[in-house]
């Protein structure tokens, strides 16, 4: 090969390759949500937004590119003292957005760090003005004014911050364990007036449902003796009625009484059997019945009885029913109204016995002078014939 070709040939070469770095440098395809920042000749040019761009060679060069997104920065721990002299730990978190690539590039060298270190001065000033327990229940308004404090700061960087969240916030240790235990010695206050709480509402149950078991106890032990006495009052009733229906005589009484008088000595306590005043009468009414002494006057049942029977005691032998087929029952009203005659004039006789009282003891002192006046006339009182004994047979 001569040396003409070969010149030729290398001079071609080259130039393909200058043809090959001008389009590169010439064409620029800029990304969605970026921008890229072109300088001529070292001053700024213009912003290219997404999309196909033309350079012009060796004189227009990208300073720098921009993301248009929205970024998220976390910040290490920042020690911040509070206004009662505590030192807290706090994490932030920032939302950012660029608004403005010429600003963001030209304004500020380094945005970011630029915002970290707005962030740690603005939160000392918040958290300065606030003691520890507003610095951990008022997140929301200290993230507010880190957000309009910062926003406003950044907006001539061309940066417009979103948001601002405070991530941690750490107490001292020493701080942590009193909030723990205070925490704790809550806790428990609140679970003693729930405890106290539940019993007491225990306690009003367990007593209405007590006073209502009581009213229904009463309730049912006032049914039970309003029954038991109604029952008890149909009993007597009855037994009333079948009484006057059989016309029983007062022997049968009599004796009735004398069987239940047994029954006034049971008990292991009783060591003394008194005797009614009765007793005598229901005796009088028995021998009375059963045929007492001839010429013995009748009185109480014995007077009752005495009159119905019209036909002497039957002999020996004879059987019962023949002995009381005709007796009769005196009817209960005139027994009733007999017995209120003779205590009406039980009562007369004690009225009139009470003003002659005087009279009976003055009569009493001048009776022995009487007598001793008259000797003759002192007669010996005449005794009335004893009366023959009843048979065994009536006697039993």
């Keep these: 090969m001569d040396p003409t070709s070969f010149l030729l040939t290398v001079v071609l070469v080259l130039l393909l390759v200058f043809v090959v770095i001008t389009v590169v440098r010439a064409v620029r395809i800029v990304p969605q949500a970026s921008s890229l920042i072109v300088e001529r000749l070292g001053r700024y040019s213009r912003t290219l937004e997404a999309g196909l761009h033309i350079l012009v060679p060796f004189f ?15 910040f290490p721990p920042q020690p911040v003292i509070t206004s009662d002299n505590l030192v807290v730990s706090i994490d932030t978190v920032i939302y950012f957005q660029p608004t403005d690539p010429r600003a963001a590039t030209y304004e500020i060298a380094n945005y970011i760090q630029g915002i970290e270190q707005l962030t740690v001065t603005t939160l000392r000033n918040v958290i300065g003005s606030l003691d520890l327990e507003q610095t951990l229940t008022s997140r929301d308004q200290i993230n507010g004014q880190l957000r309009g404090v910062l926003d406003e700061a950044t907006g001539r960087w061309g ?88 016309e029983p005589d007062p022997g049968l009484l009599a004796y009735m009484y004398l069987q239940t008088l047994p029954k006034l000595a049971e008990g292991q306590g009783n060591t003394t059997w008194v005797i009614p005043a009765e007793l005598t009468e229901a005796l009088r009414g028995i021998g009375s019945a059963l045929g007492g002494r001839d010429g013995a006057p009748d009185s109480g049942w014995a007077a009752q009885v005495r009159p119905k029977r019209e036909r002497p005691l039957a002999e020996p032998g004879t059987p019962a029913d023949d002995v009381f087929g005709d007796a009769r029952l005196q009817d209960p009203a005139e027994a009733l109204r007999a017995a209120r005659e003779e205590a009406a004039g039980a009562t007369r006789e004690a009225e009139r016995s009470t003003p002659d009282a005087g009279a009976g003891r003055a009569a009493s002192q001048q009776a022995p002078a009487r007598v001793a006046e008259h000797p003759a006339q002192q007669q010996p009182a005449q005794q009335p014939p004893a009366a023959p004994r009843p048979p065994a047979d009536e006697q039993r």
């Design 60 to 74: 227009d060069r990208v300073r720098a590119r921009v993301d248009l997104r929205e970024q998220v920065v976390t």
């Design 159 to 246: 940066i417009r911050v979103n948001r601002v969240e405070l991530k941690a916030i750490d107490p001292p240790a020493s701080v942590q364990d009193s909030m723990e235990q205070q925490m704790r010695a809550e806790r428990n206050r609140r679970a003693a007036i729930l405890t106290a709480e539940g019993s007491k509402q225990s306690q009003i149950l367990t007593a209405e449902g007590e006073k209502q078991s009581a009213v229904l106890r009463a309730e049912g032990a006032a049914q039970a003796a309003i029954l038991k006495a109604q029952g008890e009052a149909r009993a007597i009733q009855q037994v009333f009625d079948a009484i006057h229906r059989g």
